[in-house]
């Protein structure tokens, strides 16, 4: 009796020596269907269109990298140089309006809070506020990715009143011939789906996204996909993991309320954002 509880306690203080030294990086990519996106006007050929569109899906395919360890993380995208290809007629397409190019999500899972750098049109800004706690349903689907056993797990956003409102304005500019570069389609509840394994014992994952019983290797929201490529475990050399701390200190709904003015200074009188080719 006394042999095995020394051997449960002995258990214990392993389990919790490793749950403190655990760490690691995770390796994203992430690809982005067009099916939500249009282009129009009077000077765009098909042939034109079709060579936007294929540089636009380009340019959301992005790869991240995440370092954590069981108490904080840094998830941030990986820098690319933009390189405009001779053969496309000089079409060049650059997507970004906030973040962009190394910005960071940075999380400590023991206060519960978040901060990640954000850039409007040069304008940085620190965006500091609480982990969101998502309403996770966990499924008895599961698959593997890679070596690892992946759980399925849920979360169903409904409706909001604004997406409707949006939606409205949207049609009643199209019953009048607007012309418009998006096409907006009718809002229902967004289902964000994740493959999170338990055979790595972090509550993380791609962004904003954690609170799973391991780390998230798979991750679909709305129309972009975040795959794990390549994890390394407790590499020799020890992570170093810092929040941003350059910019303007807002809360997010701050941001959010920021961001949407400026959308809308940008939009003409009929509600929507040009785009000039020359």
Partial sequence: MKNLLFRIVLLIIVTNSFAQNFQGIAFYSSQTQMKDFNISGDDITPDVKERMMEKMKKAFEKTYELKFTSTESIYQEEEKLAVTNPSSGGI?????????????????????????????????????????????????????????????????????????????????????????????????????????????????????????????????????????????????????????????????KEFDEIQEKKIKSMMNEDGVIEIKMN
């Fill in 92 to 252: 060049r397409v650059d997507v970004g309006f906030s973040g962009g190019n190394g910005s960071k999500f940075y999380k400590d899972f023991k206060k519960k809070y978040y901060i990640t750098d954000k850039d409007i049109f040069g304008k940085e800004f620190l965006v500091i506020d609480s982990l969101e706690k998502f309403d996770w349903k966990i499924t008895n689907e599961q698959k593997k990715i890679g070596n690892y056993t992946c759980f399925k797990a849920q979360i169903i956003f409904p409706v909001t009143e604004k997406e409707i409102k949006e939606y409205e304005e949207f049609k009643k500019k199209k019953e009048g011939d607007k012309t418009s570069f998006f096409s907006l389609s009718e809002p229902k509840e967004k289902i964000i789906e994740a493959w999170y394994t338990m055979e790595i014992p972090v509550s993380n994952g791609p962004g904003k996204y954690w609170g799973l019983p391991g780390l998230i290797l798979e991750l679909h929201e709305s129309n972009t996909t975040y795959l794990c490529s390549k994890i390394v475990l407790n590499p020799s050399d020890k992570i170093e993991i810092k929040a941003p701390k350059n910019g303007k200190k807002v809360n997010q």
